[in-house]
């Protein structure tokens, strides 16, 4: 079956360094998201991105973070300038459409950890 | 605001059956699903509810009663790997852009006991 692969699995960065999230969603899916769960805390929604632009973002998603689809497979999240907060498990997940009985999946996530 | 509560934690035996309650307040409404999430792994989909009713899929049922802002996952003859942490997940109202948002409740972590 199909999976949403991300990578690194696990980041260490120091505060204030750019990190760049990767992720390979499923091929033939057209939208794409990034999550974060903090540690014990819920999943929050950060961005989705439709037709190479976003199409909503959330109040976490402010000017230090941009997303980017830069070819055909990989789409990817940037930090510019990371801070202790930013430390969390990033999910991205994609979805074919958006008629219901087309969930959004998930990917194994990236845990990173900021210094 | 979207408010979406689920208990903390659930304990449940072996072979028994459990129902995970849901119930959520929020600005719009287009579909509540449920996932599963191990721990340190993805949150994989179990299943979604759009109307009132029950929608069962193999072990795992799930009701909706929108008038209520209500739903449950049952999960009958608990295996020891159904323990696991079970979240709801609120669709919201189409915006237009594109694309909907998923608004997560913390989730109940199903401990599963022999």
């Known amino acids: 079956e199909p999976e949403v692969t991300q990578t690194p699995s696990h980041q260490v960065t120091q505060m204030g360094q750019e990190v760049i999230l990767r992720c390979v969603p499923i091929?033939?899916?057209?939208?794409f998201y990034w999550y974060r769960q903090i540690l014990g805390q819920k999943v929050e929604f950060l961005v989705s991105?439709?037709?190479?632009?976003?199409?909503?973002k959330s109040e976490i998603f402010d000017d230090q973070f941009s997303v980017e689809r830069p070819d055909g497979s990989n789409f990817t999240l940037k930090i510019r300038s990371t801070k202790l907060e930013d430390s969390a498990m990033y999910f991205c997940a994609s979805s074919r459409g958006t008629v219901i009985n087309q969930p959004q999946h998930f990917g194994d996530g990236t845990r990173l950890s900021i210094l | 605001g979207q408010n979406i509560d689920q208990p903390t934690e659930m304990t449940a035996t072996e072979g028994a059956i459990v129902q995970i309650n849901c119930t959520y307040q929020?600005?719009?409404?287009?579909?509540l699903f449920w996932y599963q999430q191990h721990a340190g792994e993805a949150p994989t989909f179990l299943s979604y509810?759009?109307?009132?009713g029950l929608e069962e899929k193999g072990r795992f049922s799930s009701f909706l009663s929108r008038s209520k802002g209500y739903s449950y996952l049952l999960l009958k003859e608990l295996q020891m790997k159904d323990s696991a942490s079970y979240l709801c997940?609120?669709?919201?109202?189409?915006?237009?852009?594109?694309?909907?948002?998923?608004?997560f409740g913390k989730g109940t972590k199903l401990s599963v006991i022999p």
């Open positions: 091929s033939n899916h057209l939208y």
């Open positions: 929020t600005s719009g409404f287009n579909g």
């Open positions: 997940a609120v669709r919201d109202q189409y915006s237009g852009a594109g694309s909907y948002q998923l608004t």
């Open positions: 509810n759009v109307l009132d």
């Open positions: 991105f439709y037709n190479n632009e976003i199409s909503e």
